[in-house]
């Protein structure tokens, strides 16, 4: 794992205009900066970056954060891959904490299989372009396929000469592992000589989501009844069947941008559109689909279409994923080529407009086009008919997120009118297929001794509305007030974070994310340290994130004008932390102090004399408090 000193080397080096100016026009508006949001289509700006608080914010649709998430969230990487990208772009040196022997082992071995992946790629696309074997036999099949120069380029296509060593000599060359090289599956050794496993085929590398090589695909040119058409790299420490999208790198923009990921088999299927203009597809590899895959898929969109072949065997490939992606709670289209066509072939024909409107008009529902397939092979046979309602209710039993409940009642309503069966039945099915996954969960969990305990009673990634209890505005204007100003000077002595906290030191604050906010604040800052809104941007805790941009930001500011059209006044930079501190307090106490009220009146109502007699003077007590706060504020109307 990256040190924590080489993060906080990294986040102190970060510019945030310089990492998102390579991605959005930005334009200087006051203190920030202003931009076309990447994230969705808009004509008026709307996002903002501030340099200052080292954030950014789009008050069209959202999206907010740091530096990092912006890499994390625009260009879909991970935590750790953000980290690395930025540590590169700064020249920083990586330190790793330190691993075991086995995992330091593991990331050697990982990080040497990607240097002979590249090399091999280098080697493969020399040799397709620059020797007359590959111009004569593999160039020309690819153009004849359709494929341009671009296109070869951009997907790093190659070709493995026919000689039977020729990639061997060149790596053993470089000096490589020859145990590594076997691993990637680029060679192997017959008795005392090394053998190219891709000869005479041409090398489709596959990427990962940050564009590294992890293996290849090569396909055989011509008929040969002995070999299998397509190899593909044997699993290692970075190649796992399960997890490979072909094209994923290429296409991840587009899929998020489009909100749509089209799913076809083969690399050519993937090229052809890609060629096409038709950027948001992937490739299964020919494999039936996996959860990694639709949860890969899922980092992008909730809304997959799957483009088969409408043979038998496309529509039998399409269907084996269905449970799985119901689970994971993704949207699935379905599209069937006709006429023995495949995508690569049919995009061709149509061209790309046409080939794009046949998708729109053609997607059907996953879950009823299985069914009217079941349905029309069951016949009149009532047994069949039985294990079809069977298998339907199995099927939409997988549809259980709280999310999703609203599209199971569609299904349920679509489902019985096919099925000729009486929506409560189906429910009642359904719901008896529920049960039993859940029984066979707890039984596994009783059989695994897995005691699952609550840790902490603020999730850590929710929805961030289901947060905002009754007090929130007041709570979280205070919270903005000790973020922004708690380390400026409040007296000679004391700060503005000892005031706030010597304020309402008798008041508690509602809300449980505002709560831990000002509790890790308050720590830090008795630990000798100086919190502001930065050491909150980088929280572990999205919903902390999000927070505190909501809190800190705004979409309007004092325009600098104002100063030249009414001198001396200093409207714009004149410092308001003292009165802001003090009003942001004041409110926040007036608040809790309505609260007290109503909370006293109703232990009125059944106290006794003695209890009422007490409860009344603790009336004009808070009375006595908000005459006092309101004469400070300089108002008597409190919301």
Not at 293 to 311: A, E, H, P, V
Request: net charge negative.
């Amino acid at each position: 794992m990256i040190s924590p000193q080489t993060i906080e080397q990294i986040k102190n080096r970060i510019d945030i205009l310089d990492v998102i100016g390579d991605y959005v026009k930005l334009k200087k508006r006051g203190a920030n900066y202003l931009g076309l949001c990447p994230f969705h289509n808009e004509k008026t700006p709307s996002f903002t970056v501030s340099p200052v608080k080292e954030l950014y914010k789009c008050f069209g649709c959202g999206k907010s954060g740091n530096t990092i998430t912006f890499l994390m969230e625009h260009n879909k990487l991970s935590y750790v891959e953000a980290l690395k990208w930025l540590a590169e772009r700064y020249q920083i040196p990586i330190e790793e904490t330190a691993v075991s022997p086995e995992q330091a082992q593991q990331q050697q071995t990982a990080d040497s299989l990607y240097i002979i992946n590249s090399n091999a790629q280098k080697f493969f696309s020399n040799a397709l372009v620059n020797s007359d074997e590959g111009k004569q036999i593999a160039l020309t099949y690819l153009y004849e396929r359709g494929f341009s120069d671009a296109t070869i380029q951009k997907f790093q296509l190659g070709y493995n000469p026919s000689a039977s060593n020729i990639l061997s000599t060149h790596l053993l060359q470089q000096q490589f592992n020859p145990d590594l090289l076997i691993k990637t599956g680029l060679i192997k050794k017959n008795g005392e000589e090394w053998v190219d496993n891709y000869r005479n085929r041409i090398i489709f590398p596959i990427h990962n989501n940050t564009g590294k090589i992890i293996g290849f695909g090569a396909r055989i040119i011509g008929k040969n009844d002995k070999a299998p058409k397509y190899i593909n790299t044997p699993e290692n420490e970075i190649y796992v069947k399960s997890k490979v999208l072909y094209g994923i790198y290429f296409a991840k923009q587009a899929i998020d941008k489009a909100d749509e990921c089209l799913l076809v088999e083969g690399y050519t299927d993937v090229i052809s559109l890609h060629q096409a203009g038709i950027e948001n597809v992937v490739a299964s590899g020919g494999t039936s689909l996996t959860v990694e895959q639709l949860r890969n898929i899922k980092k992008y969109t909730d809304n997959l279409t799957i483009i088969y072949d409408g043979d038998a065997a496309g529509v039998k490939a399409a269907l084996r994923g269905l449970d799985m992606a119901l689970e994971e709670g993704l949207n699935v289209k379905l599209v069937l080529i006709p006429n023995n066509e495949d995508p690569d072939s049919y995009v061709r024909a149509l061209g790309t407009n046409a080939f794009k409107s046949f998708i729109a008009e053609n997607k059907k529902d996953f879950i009823i086009f299985q069914l009217e397939l079941l349905l029309k092979e069951a016949g009149n046979d009532v047994t069949k008919k039985n294990a079809v309602v069977n298998q339907i209710a199995e099927t939409l039993s997988k549809v259980n997120k709280a999310e999703d409940f609203s599209k199971q009642q569609q299904y349920v309503k679509q489902s019985a009118a096919l099925l000729n069966v009486d929506e409560a039945g189906l429910y009642n099915l359904i719901n008896t297929y529920k049960r039993n996954e859940l029984a066979k969960a707890e039984k596994k969990n009783i059989s695994n001794n897995t005691i699952l305990t609550e840790t902490n009673n603020i999730p850590a990634e929710t929805d961030y509305n289901s947060l905002v209890q009754q007090d929130e505005p007041h709570e979280r204007n205070l919270l903005r007030a000790l973020l922004e100003h708690g380390l400026k000077k409040w007296e000679d002595d004391t700060t503005m974070a000892d005031f706030i906290f010597h304020e309402i030191e008798n008041f508690e604050i509602d809300n449980n994310l505002i709560l831990q906010i000002f509790n890790e604040y308050k720590s830090l800052y008795i630990q000798g340290q100086q919190p502001t809104e930065k050491t909150f941007l980088y929280h572990e805790n999205n919903n902390i994130r999000q927070l505190v941009i909501a809190a800190t930001v705004s979409p309007y500011e004092l325009s600098q004008k104002w100063d030249e059209k009414i001198e001396g006044l200093n409207i714009t930079n004149r410092d308001v932390a003292h009165q802001d501190v003090l009003l942001s307090v004041n409110y926040f106490k007036l608040r809790k102090i309505k609260k007290m009220f109503l909370q006293n009146q109703k232990d009125m109502e059944n106290a006794d004399l003695d209890e009422q007699l007490r409860l009344i003077e603790v009336h004009k007590h808070l009375k006595q408090i908000e005459k006092e706060l309101t004469q400070q504020i300089g108002t008597v109307i409190l919301k």
